[in-house]
């Protein structure tokens, strides 16, 4: 079986499994682009010489006469009958005796391709005699390239002449499926849902989709959502660190200390409860940020995990409570004073304010503690109350470095010897 046999034998059975899958209502992929089809380097097209062939009569294709070749360069002569794929041709020179081909080269391999043998029937069984008229085609056997075999309907179970019309198109919202999917990564994506108003933002992931926002702009372009109540919500994790005796929290792997100076104010949520705090330190250790904070007595960090993270510098973010209560240890008393106990921060600066409404110190000295130990000591007056009223009784107290505010009972803050019922009111501020 010849080369040429073998290749018409597969397009054949490629034609029938085309045919076979048409049958089956598959529509087949259309491809437009040729540089889009895979194999264009394979020898699919038979009926072209590859370009390292040189037929006899090239001369068609480089301009070089053909007669050429006959020259006594080539080194070989073969005289007698020529013949063509092995089918004798006769000659049309008869004076010419001798027929001169290049040395190593088979006399009946080449055909030329600028014409059609005159025998060439017997390749493909359809007389060549047809190919003289311009006009020639075989009814059932080729299809033009520019129209729809008239019987093509029967392919696709379409109507040829609906391909007559210059105004045909297939659908792509009915034809086609797959509509959904994220075929076009050129374009940007919208979001599954949005929110009325909502100002839209880029996800963080891929950057193509177009998120929905809790920040919001209505018709009067007034906006309203997080953010715009003084809170900033930090989208890292924050996790507990520890909660005596001092409450912390961290996050982990990042150095951010930077978000947290001392008077920041913190709001999370735990349990769905809300509680705000003050920051009152900040450390990096072993690669975590450490938050030490406080709520006073109003608010307990627990061993519970924290959602609603976020933090503020504004002077009055919405729902922070700005004074805290707090519960000091007293010494020196033999009554525990009761009262209000309260204290603020602003930056790094600790404002308290102490009234006593009752109790009694019968100790030579006493003091009640600080809700933030101090950087430095300080020293500020007061008022004493003495045998159970206020009088014009000034005294001195003292905040030092462990954190406890010494009573005196003059200014001059020697007097150790405190007899009788005494307790204090006063406001101080200090550095801590």
Not at 393 to 417: E, F, H, M, Q
């Amino acid at each position: 079986m010849s080369a040429f046999e073998d290749a018409v034998i597969q397009r054949i059975k490629r034609l029938e499994r085309e045919v076979e899958r048409l049958q089956k209502w598959e529509r087949p992929v259309i491809i437009t682009d040729h540089g889009a089809l895979t194999g264009l380097g394979d020898d699919d097209h038979t009926q072209y010489l590859l370009r390292t062939d040189k037929a006899a009569d090239s001369d068609k294709l480089d301009g070089i006469d053909s007669t050429g070749f006959v020259n006594t360069d080539y080194d070989q002569a073969i005289s007698g009958t020529k013949y063509f794929n092995a089918v004798p041709v006769v000659n049309a020179d008869p004076t010419l005796a001798t027929h001169v081909v290049r040395k190593g080269y088979a006399d009946s391999t080449y055909l030329g391709i600028s014409a059609k043998a005159a025998d060439s029937d017997k390749l493909d069984g359809v007389d060549s005699t047809g190919f003289a008229t311009a006009t020639h085609n075989h009814t059932g056997t080729y299809l033009p390239i520019d129209g729809k075999a008239a019987d093509s309907d029967k392919l696709d179970g379409k109507n040829s002449t609906d391909f007559a019309s210059a105004n045909h198109n297939h659908d792509h919202g009915s034809e086609l499926t797959g509509l959904t999917d994220d075929d076009h990564t050129q374009y940007t994506k919208h979001p599954a849902s949005s929110t009325d108003n909502a100002i839209a933002r880029w996800d963080g992931t891929g950057g193509r989709t177009l998120q929905n926002s809790s920040v919001a702009i209505d018709d009067n372009g007034k906006l309203s959502g997080d953010g715009l109540d003084g809170w900033v919500y930090d989208t890292d994790a924050w996790h507990v660190q520890q909660i005596s005796p001092t409450y912390q929290f961290k996050i982990v792997s990042k150095d951010v200390r930077y978000r947290f100076p001392k008077g920041t104010k913190i709001k999370l949520v735990q349990s769905g409860t809300t509680k705000y705090f003050y920051v009152i330190a900040t450390a990096y250790t072993s690669g975590n940020t450490i938050i030490t904070i406080t709520g006073g007595s109003d608010y307990a960090l627990a061993n519970e995990n924290i959602s609603g993270q976020a933090y503020s510098y504004a002077a009055a973010p919405q729902g922070f409570p700005q004074w805290f209560n707090y519960t000091p240890t007293f010494t020196g008393f033999s009554t525990v004073p009761t009262g209000i106990h309260k204290f603020s921060v602003i930056g790094s600066t600790c404002f308290v304010n102490i009234r006593e409404t009752s109790g009694t110190s019968n100790s030579t000295a006493f003091a009640i503690s600080a809700p933030i130990t101090p950087l430095e000591m300080t020293y500020f007056p007061i008022r004493l109350m003495d045998s159970g009223a206020w009088g014009n009784n000034p005294g001195l107290a003292r905040i030092n470095t462990t954190g406890v505010i010494d009573i005196y009972k003059d200014l001059s803050a020697s007097g150790t010897t405190n007899s009788g019922s005494k307790y204090a009111q006063f406001m101080c501020f200090y550095e801590f």
